[in-house]
């Protein structure tokens, strides 16, 4: 389609949004065989499936799964999974071009000003590469980062992650902008 997968889908109940930098030593080719490998396997959680090609109850004895197994036997509640790009994918923070890409960063992909009280953990903040994982049922969705995480291994390493939510289908059946903890609507 026009658009990634969760773009103009309306708000799940849950999200796992977790952010990555790109391996040392990993170049173009690699970069492009991580996103091609996630793209596969969000293909396939995305419409119930498994993470990989087997699902974790096949394949060989004395092997891992391809799949960790948390979501098995779940149906996909309406997951989506959108992946991001940060600006130290196009130039790290040294001023290099790690993967000749340099020069297709959109326009309007900066990172961030310093806000007034900002007091942010820089090992919180950033990232090359970002999942956004939502469904109905957060095991799901915890389930597709957890299987990308694993995919990612020694091409690129989780930064961080967060869990949220919204509304939740018990308590609500509007799309309207929630509040958050702290009674401030998010958005």
Known sequence: GEHQAGIVTPAQDRMH?????????????GLVSLLRDWTDAAARMTQGGS???LDPMSGPYDAPPQDTGEAYGLPPSGLTITFGFG????????????????????EALERLPHFVADNLD????????????????????VHAVRNLTRIAFGRAVLRWS???????????VTQ???????GFKDG
């Not at 949004?17 to 080719?29: Q, T």
């Not at 309207?176 to 702290?182: K, Y």
Request: glycine fraction near 12%; hydrophobic fraction near 35%.
């Open 122 to 141: 820089p090992a919180l903040s950033d990232g090359d590469l970002c999942i956004q994982a939502c469904a109905d049922d957060p095991q799901v969705a």
């Open 17 to 29: 949004f977790a952010a990555f930098d790109v391996a040392y030593g990993v170049d173009r080719d």
């Open 162 to 172: 967060q869990l949220g939510f919204g509304r939740t289908s018990s308590t609500s």
């Open 87 to 106: 600006p130290t994918l196009f130039v790290d923070g040294a001023g290099k071009d790690r993967f000749g890409i340099g020069p297709r960063r959109p």
């Open 176 to 182: 309207d902008t929630p509040r958050n903890l702290f």
């Open 51 to 53: 993470a990989g090609e």
